[in-house]
């Protein structure tokens, strides 16, 4: 039959009934992506034309290596500005077929270029022509991609990556993830950050075998996957601080003082999860759009609402939550607010983490939140 006309963003995409294509809950994911690369673009642009010893001006180059509709590659094209070209990349056919339809209906041809191969491979024939931006959206684990884009991405480049193998990393299966991912996943209140932290160790170890360094620009947890934006550049002096940045977690199935064996998990990335002045912009321009109305981001206020939190987000690895350390001295919860100002009080510092409502990110060490809790 006639195919639907469905509309995202700045994008209108056709949908066929045979085609299954289009996941309507990754519209968050699209959206935080247009805003993160939107403001890449822009320092990307005023550092080009402040800098004399670039003659040749000129805007990004893109890779989407796994490009299902199009989507997201028509979306760039629509709403980022200063990009030059995208390749949009699929491995099946039929999914090809869609990105070409669809890159004419909405009239991106000039710079949306429908390619069909395996992902890996469009990485490897690029090393010596990189991509400023490499996206990749697999189903999944994306593991067997990252060697092809660490060497395929321009130093100062931008990788976002996606995981939605959230049970193996976040801690369901540990085995799987240290043959997915080289660390050991645990089950814990901040597995989700404990996820995050895991990908990026990973992908910093595949930077590192080409000497080249990763800097998170924005790690997030959202519904069942998780995003990272990491800018990528060489340099063999940073990469030998790499084991600065890792770490491993002991965690005790009941308290410090009982007798149980802990388990050990990771090496997590122990190094920033965020770049809090380039998040600052990202909020300043959302509040911009939302000001003047001209928002094209059908996820605005929830990319609002959850940058603001990440703002606040104190940089000290992984969290606790309230109702699991009573429950650890089987004593009484006291409320959040009481908790709080007993942290501060004792001269910490404390906050919540994006990734959990109820989560207690603080660099009080354990014995002061055990002696408020018993206090209690
Ligand atoms: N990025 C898309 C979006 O935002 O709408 C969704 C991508 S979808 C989750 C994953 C896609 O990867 C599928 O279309 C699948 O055909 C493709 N794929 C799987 N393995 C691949 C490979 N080795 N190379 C290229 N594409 C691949």
Redesign the pocket.
């Known amino acids: 039959g006639q195919p639907e006309v469905l509309q995202e963003g700045k994008a209108k995409i056709l949908i066929d009934k045979k085609n299954i294509?289009?996941?309507p809950v990754?519209e968050f994911?699209?959206d935080l992506s247009v805003a993160v690369l939107t403001q890449f673009s822009k320092d990307w642009t005023d550092k080009m034309n402040n800098d004399p010893k670039i003659v040749e001006k000129r805007g990004l180059r893109v890779l989407?290596?796994?490009?299902?509709?199009g989507?997201?590659s028509i979306r760039y094209a629509k709403e980022v500005p200063g990009i030059d070209e995208i390749v949009a990349?699929?491995?099946?056919v039929s999914?090809v077929e869609a990105i070409k339809k669809n890159v004419v209906f909405n009239q991106v041809d000039s710079i949306v270029k429908p390619h069909a191969?395996?992902?890996?491979m469009?990485m490897y024939e690029n090393r010596r022509n990189k991509f400023d931006v490499i996206?990749l959206?697999?189903?999944g684990c994306p593991s067997?991609?990252l060697d092809g884009a660490v060497q395929s991405i321009k130093d100062n480049g931008l990788l976002l990556v996606?995981a939605?193998d959230m049970a193996v990393l976040a801690g369901n299966s540990p085995e799987t993830c240290y043959v997915k991912y080289g660390a050991v996943s645990l089950k814990s209140k901040s597995c989700h950050e404990m996820a995050l932290r895991i990908l990026l160790q990973h992908i910093a170890s595949h930077a590192g075998r080409y000497g080249k360094v990763i800097t998170p620009l924005l790690s997030v947890s959202a519904d069942f996957y998780i995003r990272v934006f990491v800018k990528i550049h060489t340099s063999q002096k940073s990469c030998k601080q790499n084991t600065s940045n890792l770490g491993m977690v002991y965690q005790y199935k009941h308290c410090e003082f009982c007798k149980y064996k802990h388990q050990m998990g990771g090496p997590l990335w122990t190094g920033k999860l965020h770049d809090k002045d380039f998040i600052h912009k990202i909020l300043k321009n959302i509040e911009s759009e939302e000001e003047n109305n001209i928002q094209s981001l059908g996820t605005i206020r929830r990319i609002h609402g959850m940058l603001y939190v990440i703002e606040e987000e104190l940089e000290v690895p992984l969290y606790y939550q309230l109702d699991q350390l009573t429950s650890t001295i089987r004593g009484n919860v006291p409320p959040m607010t009481t908790f709080r100002s007993a942290i501060f009080n004792a001269g910490y510092q404390i906050s919540y983490s994006h990734a959990n409502k109820y989560s207690i990110k603080t660099n009080a060490p354990n014995t002061v939140i055990w002696d408020i809790i018993r206090a209690w």
């Open positions: 294509f289009y996941n990754q994911n699209r989407e290596a796994l490009s299902a509709t989507l997201r990349n699929d491995i099946s999914a191969n395996d992902a890996t469009v996206d959206d697999p189903y067997i991609f996606t939605t």
